[in-house]
């Protein structure tokens, strides 16, 4: 219990810091921000009106503390340019962002896990080199450059997929899966690579231990030694591999929607970026960090479930 | 991830259990496919020397137009016959080969200056907080741990968002997110070289602090630490590629590897090179500096990854 108390501190802490960061950031960045809105035309007493309506011309800590209240009760604020509510804009793009991630997650734990079982059961064979080699292909490739080869294969080529579009899960789950497949490989890839070295490694090596021949001795069968006894340490380091990429994984997913052009969380820091939204940009900021923490805290917590042994609190 | 350390180790075949036990238990060998590859990373180095010197040299050809300008119509297909035209036009009829080897030089000067950056500053305060430790190492790990809180793209267009992008603000950008990777590989390499014995005999002879870090164990640090540069270097080519691919890198009329698969990837169905080209150059450079790096870390990094 103390553990994850530590852990909820820690994540908080992060989450308040890399808020205040960005918004220091913005303003620091914001000083033509009302200018830019009301074009060149502007007076300096329209610009003045703006700013002290936007609220850019009071203190920084005064701006980030206002903000900070209203984000606490769920309003992240308006955007400066369609008005909507920030939070409102968000939470229409989660869907498609989250069906992205959690499809590339899966693809790649079960595409890495099949490969890596077959590498340590044969060390050293043709097929483990094979798939040493893929796995270095896939590794130097990231979403920007799998995802154009993808849509030129399978769209283009073959005319197995339709190119660019979106249709929600709700709306019509095949078609939606024809549209999301690419895009969730695309993240998928440099992922499989990583996962298949360490998983093979480490499977090796707990094949290795004693404790597999003495399983092997008592007569059990190679299948069931590789998942009961091998697989269920290895998977520890599964998670933590994962838990360090998952921030190359954001920022991957969010190339990736723009690719794609997906209405995702990502399309829209990207946009909001481009137009100096500060608001918006925020809001997504502050939304990605704590998702980074969540998941961050779920591993963390996953290493409980998995491994007996880490259930006190530990300095890392 | 350890890499083993590659013992030569007897191989029971005649059992039923060879290839799944398959090793001698006490040093279970984990082979890694990569001794045999060495061809592979010859090619690598050889593919990044001949980017690098065309990067270099590609403002002083003279039978090589200049980036911006159209030389012929849009979206040709590669065609032998005139080096401009080898790789094809873009969607407004500028060579690609040109654009291809001046956004070379912008990926790699970034990749170059950044990973320098990051590694010197990197280095020097990850051998502080591991030779000093106490309290020294708690500010800086600190930091570290700060810095990595925060998936780095998203830090990336964080800063974009601030200041008009250009080559100067994506290479400090991309230095400084570099930067905790080196501390934490110096630290650690710091710490286990600053127990040996000859640091201890350097210091009964007398020897104040800057001697004995720069002296006794920077010769030692430099190398593991040095060799995963290639491999750091690749992933800032990635994320300087994503910027330009984000339209938030270096600004469109400079090429760049991102920004032309940017362009391309809207006609991918008519005019398919304009895209596979510029992804094809940045696939294999990320890829040798991977293989190179791979080597590099095999060779000098023994302990750990």
């Known amino acids: 219990m103390r553990m994850i108390a530590l852990r909820v501190g820690r994540g908080l802490l992060v989450i308040l810091l890399v808020t205040f960061v960005a918004r220091v950031m913005l303003s620091l960045a914001s000083g033509s921000i009302a200018e830019g809105l009301l074009g060149s035309e502007a007076t300096p007493e ?41 939070a409102e804009s968000i939470i229409a793009r989660i869907p498609v962002s989250f069906q992205l991630a959690a499809m590339g997650i899966l693809i790649a734990v079960v595409v890495a896990t099949i490969f890596a079982i077959l590498s340590a059961s044969f060390p050293d064979s043709p097929l483990d080199r094979a798939l040493n080699a893929l796995s270095s292909v896939l590794l130097s490739a990231p979403g920007f450059v799998a995802g154009p080869i993808f849509i030129f294969v399978f769209a283009i080529v073959l005319g197995w997929l339709p190119v660019l579009g979106w249709v929600p899960l709700s709306e019509n789950p095949i078609e939606n899966l024809k549209f999301a497949i690419l895009p969730a490989l695309a993240i998928a890839v440099q992922e499989i690579a990583a996962l298949h070295r360490l998983l093979r490694t480490d499977l090796i090596t707990t094949l290795g231990d004693d404790f597999i021949l003495a399983a092997r001795a008592r007569g059990m069968g190679r299948a069931y030694v590789m998942f009961r006894h091998a697989f269920r340490p290895s998977s520890f380091s599964l998670i ?77 | 991830m350890s890499i083993t350390t590659r013992v030569p180790t007897i191989r029971n075949r005649r059992t039923k259990l060879s290839g799944f036990v398959g090793t001698a238990p006490a040093e279970p060998r984990v082979p890694d496919g990569r001794t045999r590859t060495s061809i592979v990373v010859w090619l690598s180095l050889g593919w990044l020397a001949l980017i690098a010197l065309a990067a270099v040299v590609a403002p002083f050809l003279p039978f090589l137009p200049q980036p911006a300008t159209p030389v012929g ?64 190492d708690g500010i800086i790990a600190l930091i570290t741990d700060v810095m990595l809180a925060f998936p780095p793209l998203i830090l990336l267009l964080a800063i974009a968002s601030l200041v008009t992008p250009d080559v100067r603000t994506v290479t400090i950008g991309l230095g400084i997110v570099g930067i905790p990777t080196f501390v ?76 032309m698969i940017s362009e391309g990837k809207s006609i991918i169905a008519q005019a398919p090179h304009i895209v596979l080209i510029p992804i094809t150059f940045i696939f294999l450079t990320i890829f040798s500096l991977n293989q190179v790096g791979d080597r590099l870390r095999a060779r000098f990094d023994k302990s750990a990854s």
Do not use: C, K
């Not at chain 2, 790699?108 to 010197?120: E, H, I, K, M, P």
């Not at chain 2, 992933?235 to 920004?259: C, D, N, Q, R, Y």
């Open chain 1, 46 to 86: 329209n610009v003045a009106a703006l700013e002290a309506r936007l609220g850019l011309d009071r203190p920084i800590w005064e701006q980030y503390l206002t903000w900070l209240v209203g984000a606490v009760q769920g309003d992240l604020g308006t955007s400066m340019f369609t008005q909507q509510p920030v």
């Open chain 1, 240 to 316: 933590t591999v994962l838990a360090i990429n998952i921030g190359n994984l954001l920022g991957g997913a969010v190339i990736v929607e723009v690719l794609f052009s997906l209405p995702g969380v990502g399309g829209l820091l990207v946009t909001s970026i481009t137009t100096r939204d500060i608001p918006m940009v925020l809001g997504v900021v502050t939304f990605i960090a704590i998702i980074y923490v969540i998941m961050n805290l779920v591993v963390d917590l996953l290493y409980g479930v998995l491994d007996p042994r880490v259930r006190r609190p530990v300095a890392r």
């Open chain 2, 73 to 136: 119509m849009p979206r040709l297909a590669p065609a032998l016959g005139s080096f401009e035209l080898l790789l094809g036009t873009d969607t407004i009829g500028r060579s690609i080969m040109t654009r291809i080897l001046y956004g070379a030089q912008i990926s790699l000067t970034v990749a170059v200056v950044a990973g320098a950056f990051a590694f010197t500053v990197g280095t020097f305060f990850g051998m502080l907080a591991g030779y000093f430790r106490s309290l020294t």
């Open chain 2, 184 to 259: 934490r590989l110096a630290r650690a390499n710091a710490m286990s070289w600053g127990s040996r014995e000859f640091v201890r005999a350097a210091r009964n002879m007398g020897a104040g602090h800057p001697r004995i870090l720069f002296r006794e164990i920077m010769p030692n640090v430099i190398p593991p630490v040095a060799s995963y540069l290639p491999i750091v270097m690749a992933s800032m080519i990635v994320a300087e590629g994503g910027l330009s691919f984000l339209g938030l890198g270096v600004p469109p009329p400079t090429p760049s590897w991102g920004g």
